[in-house]
């Protein structure tokens, strides 16, 4: 089936489930009395929107609207109790005497709740988990919250600075432009430390670097970027193994777990719909390039900005903002309009008495800088569950999205812009355009790479209680995922042939990339209450994973026509093929005992087994251990100002496996000709260790979470010590075996220790103004602790310079600079004009963040009017500016270089090789996002026929302060947030990367 | 104990009991855990008969796989045969003659020589271990061994030192010319016995070579003058698949073209490199490139792109000077990895100014490829005559994959002629003074019997 196919079926599903769920809430219909009332805040009095107010145990339910009111139809006569919730309110209840025929008022006051002991979290076992019994840091946030308040275009977007100890490293601002995520550093070397992603219980692939020569040509994709956000009820982060034991042999990087919008049984139906549009801009300093005109250069045609002009005139050029097509919104530009972007969603949520349903459809886009840039997506999502009896529920959630990104040559290619802009001298004339070193826009923009991507995501969920004292549950799911991406280029017409020979002629390159991965995952919950005070909660549970990828590439050179640009169109044709499949097996048992409910202590124990791991090892064991206390509970707890406390330490191990098939000595097959013809071959392909296993994190979690001053400041903090040992760390394969390439050996040991703090709080609550704030604090030190027994001393890497090194007892992928030879009062030593590079390195700093600080502002005026801002701090990293040096080095087109008053000590020592100078420290503060909302009041939204209207002005990336600065003007990036490599794991650099783009958005939300 | 207590105790017991069950009836089960590695065969599985010539056909496709690169154009950048076009700073300063052991192209160099040669050698071992039912007259064999004495050579000359099969002995290069000497002293027999004449020849001029860098001449001379005139013996490749494409066709041609001809060797010598008309000087069919020169990768070397020389399958004798039109490189464009011409060359060489051989004396030899590249001849005779061949065995050699070994030579005896001074590239300062490749870091690192 096509992607279309099943797209129009997806939607025929949707439509026609849709369908009978409204009907079957018309036939449910009975003659029964109803409730009415309002929903307000208890201290400001202001009406609640989006509570959800249902009568316990009958079915019947409904949402309050932008006046607080709601209503319950049909709820059966006699005794009811009415319960209302909303996310950041304590839940309340009410009992109501139902008449029939008639409607009974009851009005709610809810109050604020900083700490929600009794929220229930996800952890992995059946059941439910109350977060006072766990004893570890879960961080999780209402995500529906956000995009209400702001419009997130994309999910890894509304992860940013939004949990302590998540780190997002950026990459740049094109559109489609993946990040990497990090939870407390990198807890491996050479292993996986992202993350791994759940959606409603199924595992998703998360590495958006798959293939379209992302990282080194082009900036890779996010793979969580297929998820609409709008459908995100909330995110649950579990940042290391001491949290994420359960999870087995690949969750020592930390758990995300993504819970999509659920139904409200006996609320009937609810569409929301919202649409927001953008403009976006550079709004930071572009390159700015100099030359400095010799006596030769004033009648050279090479250098038609000096001709005419005095030898020794400095010429200045700003290649980003003069020529007409190097950015959308130039004045000239193929795109005047500037790069935009725009979204549309709807969605209908609801349910009655046995079941609910969320249904949405959305499309979005977004015009990239370049005008070869683009990221749309279309999507959409149904979740159904049903409960035919106490027992027994079901849950389907299918979620289904098309993506379509056109990717322009990045930061890292010689024929991109960007680089060419950096790196030409002001107004020379090369080959292609006047100020561009090689390529210029017009050609670069030609570049046509194009990833598609269909992906669904089906999971089905059974919760079976045959007694109250039994819950299993299994979840069966697959990520499925079809990637094709084209890589076109159209008969050269130039005779240039700019792109090469082989393109010259017509070339089109496809990639198809199938990936699946399989979810089958049983777990069964035994809860126990052994006596009054005494409860005993046994879980167990058996996990299987399987994902397996392949790749279909074929090409074509030498089209008939650009239009006849079929593979099979072409005079040559070839194909290849590739494949990679891995399963892990894993179960786990684990005791929690409670004693009256303040105090758990826990411990489990999961035994993995994995696909990947050698064939002289087999099974791999990880423990945990928690306790958790609250404190608070306890009669001798009688502080004041103190509302709840909970104590907690944690200390458990998780998994990291090798790649798949990394463990074995293998021949690979190739081609080679003989005479005329092509004939196979074998050749040595991996050098293998059979003793290879799963590097194992362990770590240590210690903390607390208190609400104070009336549930009006709540703390939530936690210290943790995270040790990886059997590291895998990748040795080179002896060259003299005839082997190339490195093979993983467990030996290293890597740690990572910070704190994390999470403030929320309410400083100011009255009903004329409310301000709502939310502190994420985190701290990290990474440190690799040792090589173990490998041959290793260091690993220097970097681009344009081993400005990098994993060394014993500093940060993994540190930075390292070499200086210029000094004399005894620090000056550099000149020498002919030109100064020596020490060879000794030395310590700079770390390449990662080790402080991050997110704060949240929302400022709530009289009942309409919202003001939201993000704040997002990160800091005690350094980035290192290849650009800055390889222009002064070698391009010699910078102010310094080219002003006849510069000190020419100065401009010796910008023209070594040191690197010194241009390592910087990189913290910065980004004024993320901030939105105005206005609320349509009550009254006029019953006019419209809607039952809640907001209207969105929203900014993001609108203000910047940075220690990444220089002192010559369009240097360097201006925006410490970039990164040359986008599939690198440790490689930071500056080499023109597009900065963030400052967007301003108007959006329109409302509900009927 | 209540009954409900019992029913949960029982519950618990029973579910940990159902959980191991299922585990380990699971991890049981055949295949559970088990994947499919399609691309992969597992090395223990090549002890196998059926197997043999898709493992010949390693030797031979490893073996073409290094010889364009990185050998022949990573080797040229080394020396006087070509300037890199190429932006990256480690390429720069290896067409400088700077490189350090820590280096990718250090790593490059060594580790595809290696796969070539190890190839081959643990053929050799495969066959004779028990693989070859007729070890006396088994063509594979023999072929194995022609690759793997050729291997060695190159090992030889491109590299500064070297290690075989992780072993704990740094070998300098002439040990590893004394190892070419063994394979092919065993395969000689073993390929007149199967019948391949063109191994013969083929191991004829590798012995040649390896004796001539030994300082054997006699040795040398003696194989030499075996090698039948009209030998060549070639580094195929194939472009109906890009899995066996000559690179040196997209360095040249590519996006960005990355090689251009050394002024040592474009037409006139150095001081009309840098003139963009040089059509006339064009008369040495041997050394052609284009008349005009454009900047590539780098936008800044001037790179006359070359044409293919005597030692590419595709050469067509024309020359720019007289309107023709030299063929270019293509991807399927063969190069000779052994020759009569270098048999001969390796000849005169070998026997010296005063020397007689299969084509008369030296001075004569020296004529006729003079008038092969349409010069006239000359009288020198002692140390002139001398570098007058060397200097007309770069250009029937040019860009085959002989110069680095050359120089090499030559500087062994004395003469140093690779390129020094300042490069052409005046920012880029002065060339440094490497003759090889170091043995790379990664070998350090990954054989536990050496130590830096």
């Known amino acids: ?1008 | 104990m209540t009954s409900i207590q019992s029913a949960r105790r029982a519950a618990k017991v029973a579910l940990l009991g159902a959980v191991a069950v299922g585990v380990v009836a699971c991890s049981t089960v055949d295949g559970i855990l088990d994947v499919e590695n399609p691309a992969q065969i597992d090395e223990s599985q090549l002890n196998d008969a059926a197997l043999v010539q898709v493992l010949v056909n390693g030797v031979i496709g490893d073996f073409q796989d290094m010889y364009s690169d990185p050998f022949v154009w990573r080797g040229s950048m080394f020396t006087d045969e070509q300037v890199t076009g190429i932006n990256w700073e480690q390429t720069a300063r290896l067409n400088q003659r700077i490189i350090q052991y820590d280096e990718g192209d250090a790593d490059l160099m060594f580790s595809a020589i290696s796969r070539a040669r190890a190839q081959a050698d643990t053929l050799i071992g495969r066959l004779l271990g028990g693989l070859s039912e007729s070890p006396t007259d088994d063509e594979s064999l023999a072929i194995a061994y022609a690759y793997a004495g050729y291997s060695y050579i190159i090992l030889a000359d491109a590299m500064c030192e070297a290690t075989v099969n992780v072993g704990a002995t740094i070998h300098p290069p002439l040990d590893l010319y004394g190892f070419a000497v063994d394979r092919f002293n065993a395969g000689r027999p073993i390929a007149t016995a199967a019948g391949r004449t063109d191994l013969v020849n083929l191991m004829n001029v590798g012995l040649s070579r390896a004796y001539l860098n030994l300082g054997q001449a006699s040795n040398a001379m003696s194989a030499a003058e075996l090698v039948p005139e009209g030998f060549y013996y070639w580094v195929e490749y194939n472009e109906s698949d890009n899995r066996t494409y000559n690179v040196l066709e997209s360095r040249i041609n590519g996006a960005n073209h990355s090689l251009g001809v050394h002024p040592a060797f474009v037409a006139g010598g150095p001081a009309d490199f840098g003139t963009q008309d040089l059509e006339a000087e064009l008369t040495d069919p041997r050394v052609q490139h284009e008349p005009r020169w454009a900047t590539g990768h780098n936008a800044l070397t001037p790179l006359y792109k070359p044409k293919s020389g005597l030692m590419y399958s595709n050469f067509n004798g024309e020359t720019f000077a007289t309107g023709g039109e030299p063929a270019v490189y293509e991807r399927g464009t063969d190069i000779a990895m052994s020759s009569y011409l270098e048999a001969m060359h390796n000849y005169y060489e070998a026997a010296g100014p005063a020397g007689t051989g299969p084509l008369g004396t030296t001075l004569e030899f020296v004529n006729a490829r003079r008038a092969a590249g349409n010069q006239g001849a000359v009288t020198l005779s002692g140390d002139d005559l001398m570098d007058e061949l060397r200097w007309q065995r770069g250009k029937d050699l040019f860009m085959g994959g002989y110069r680095l070994g050359d120089l090499r030579r030559w500087l062994r005896a004395g003469d140093d002629l690779f390129p020094s001074g300042q490069h052409v590239n005046e920012q880029w300062g002065n060339y440094g003074n490497a003759t090889c490749f170091p043995l790379p870091k990664e070998e350090y690192e990954g054989n536990p019997n050496i130590s830096r």
């Open chain 1, 1 to 1008: 089936m096509g992607r279309l196919h099943v797209g129009t079926a997806a939607c025929r599903i949707a439509l026609a489930a849709l369908a009978l769920c409204t009907t079957a809430e018309l036939v449910a219909a009975q003659q029964a009395g109803s409730v009415r009332g309002q929903v307000v805040d208890a201290v400001t009095s202001r009406p609640l929107v989006g509570a959800q107010v249902f009568a316990v145990g009958t079915g019947r339910g409904g949402l309050s609207n932008a006046s607080g009111q709601y209503l319950i139809l049909n709820v059966p006569v006699g005794m009811q109790t009415i319960r209302v919730e909303l996310l950041g309110y304590g839940a309340m209840e009410q009992q109501v005497n139902i008449a029939g025929g008639q409607v009974a008022e009851v009005d709610f006051r809810l109050s604020q709740q900083a700490l929600r002991l009794d929220a229930i979290v996800v952890t992995g076992t059946a059941g439910e988990t109350q977060r006072r019994s766990i004893g570890n840091s879960v961080t999780s946030f209402d995500a529906a919250a956000v995009t209400e308040a702001v419009p997130v275009p994309s999910l890894q977007e509304m992860l940013q600075g939004r949990a302590p100890g998540l780190t997002l490293i950026s990459n740049g601002g094109g559109a489609g432009d993946g990040s990497q995520i990090r939870l407390r550093g990198a807890g491996s070397l050479e292993g996986r430390f992202e993350p791994v992603v759940y959606v409603d219980g199924v595992r998703i692939e998360s590495d958006g670097a798959q293939g379209g020569m992302c990282g080194s040509v082009t900036h890779c994709t996010s793979a969580l970027d297929y998820l609409n956000p709008n459908d995100v009820e909330s995110v649950e982060i579990i940042k290391g193994p001491a949290a994420s034991t359960l999870y087995g042999a690949e969750a020592a990087g930390g758990v995300i777990q993504i819970i999509t919008k659920r139904g409200r049984p006996g609320t009937g139906v609810q569409w929301s719909a919202a649409i927001d549009m953008g403009r976006s801009d550079w709004n930071l300093a572009t390159p700015v390039t100099y030359w400095q005109c010799t006596a030769s250069n004033t009648t050279s045609s090479s250098f038609p900005g000096c001709n005419g002009v005095a030898p020794g005139t400095v010429l200045t050029y700003q290649p980003m903002d003069e020529n007409a097509n190097a950015m959308r919104g130039n004045t000239g530009s193929d795109d005047s309009n500037g790069p935009g972007q725009y979204s549309a969603n709807l969605s209908a949520r609801g349910g009655g008495e046995a079941f609910s349903y969320f249904v949405s459809a959305e499309r979005s886009e977004e015009q990239g800088i370049f005008l070869n840039n683009f990221s749309r997506r279309n999507g959409g999502r149904a979740n159904f569950s049903f409960t035919p009896t106490d027992e027994l529920d079901f849950t389907v959630n299918f979620g289904y999205a098309r993506t379509h990104v056109r990717a322009p040559l990045s930061n890292n290619s010689s024929n991109s812009v960007l680089r060419n802009a950096y790196r030409g001298r002001a107004n020379a004339a090369y080959q292609y355009e006047v100020g561009y070193r090689n390529f210029g826009p017009t050609l670069a923009n030609e570049w046509d790479l194009q990833t598609r991507s269909e992906r669904y995501t089906v999971g089905a969920t059974v919760n079976y209680r045959p007694f109250s004292w039994l819950h299993n549950r299994l979840v069966m799911g697959l990520d499925n995922q079809n990637r094709e991406i084209t890589d076109f280029t159209g008969i050269d017409q130039t005779g240039l042939r700019p792109w090469g020979t082989t393109r010259s002629a017509g070339y089109v390159d496809i990639e198809i990339r199938p990936l699946h991965n399989w979810t089958l995952d049983y777990a069964s919950t035994v809860s126990t209450d052994v006596n009054e005070n005494i409860s005993s909660s046994f879980s167990a549970g058996v996990q299987l994973l399987n994902r397996n990828s392949e790749r279909f590439d074929v090409t074509g050179e030498g089209l008939v026509a650009n239009t006849l640009n079929l593979v099979s169109s072409a005079a040559v044709n070839r194909g290849g093929q590739g494949f990679s499949e891995q399963t892990s097996l894993g179960f786990y048992v684990q005791e929690q005992v409670g004693w009256k409910n303040r105090l758990f202590a826990t411990a489990a124990v999961r035994i993995d087994d994995n696909s990947a791991f050698g064939k002289d090892f087999s099974l791999v064991a990880y423990p945990k251990a928690q306790l958790s206390y609250v404190i608070s509970d306890e009669e001798f707890f009688d502080f004041d100002v103190v509302d709840q406390l909970k104590l907690r330490a944690a200390w458990g191990q998780a998994g990291n496996p090798p790649d798949p098939f990394v463990a074995d000595r293998t021949y690979t097959a190739g081609a080679t000709s003989t005479g005329d013809a092509i004939v196979n071959l074998l050749r040595p392909s991996s050098y293998g260790n059979p003793d290879l296993k799963a590097e194992t994190g362990s770590e240590l979690e210690l903390g607390f979470e208190s609400s104070l001053l009336g549930d009006r400041l709540g703390i939530d903090f936690t210290y943790y010590n995270q040790k990886t040992r059997d590291a895998l760390i990748a040795v080179p394969d002896p060259p003299s075996s005839g082997y190339s390439g490195e093979h993983f050996v467990n030996v290293g040991e890597v740690s990572s220790v910070g704190f994390e703090l999470l403030l929320t709080g309410t400083p100011l609550y009255t009903r004329a103004l409310q301000w709502d704030a939310i502190v994420a604090f985190s701290t990290n030190k990474g440190e690799l602790v040792s090589w173990g027994s490998a041959p290793l001393t260091e690993i220097e890497f970097g681009s344009f310079a081993t400005v990098q090194r994993h060394i014993p007892g500093y940060p993994m992928g540190g930075f390292w600079s070499t200086d210029v030879v000094r004399d005894a009062s620090g000056a550099p030593i000149l020498d002919g004009g030109s100064v020596t590079v020490e060879t000794e390195k030395e310590y700079v700093g770390p390449s990662n963040p080790t402080r991050e600080i997110g704060l949240t502002n929302t400022f709530t005026v009289f009942d309409n009017f919202r003001v939201f801002a993000n704040l997002d701090y990160k800091g005690g990293h350094y980035q290192w500016c290849a650009i800055c040096s390889v222009r002064s080095r070698i391009d010699r087109n910078t102010q310094l270089v080219n002003d006849p008053s510069s000190d020419p000590v100065e401009v010796a020592v910008v023209s070594s090789l040191q690197t010194k100078t241009w390592i910087k420290p990189a913290d910065f503060i980004k004024l993320r996002e901030v939105s105005v909302s206005y609320r349509l009041p009550a009254s006029l939204s019953e006019s419209m026929r809607v039952d809640d209207a907001t209207l969105t002005l929203a900014g993001r990336n609108l203000w910047m302060w940075t220690r990444y600065e220089f002192d010559q003007e369009g240097l360097g990036s201006p925006d410490p947030e970039v990164n040359f490599d986008s599939a690198s794991r440790f490689g930071r650099t500056d080499y023109a990367s597009i900065p963030m783009l400052r967007t301003f958005a108007l959006g329109l939300r409302f509900s009927f």
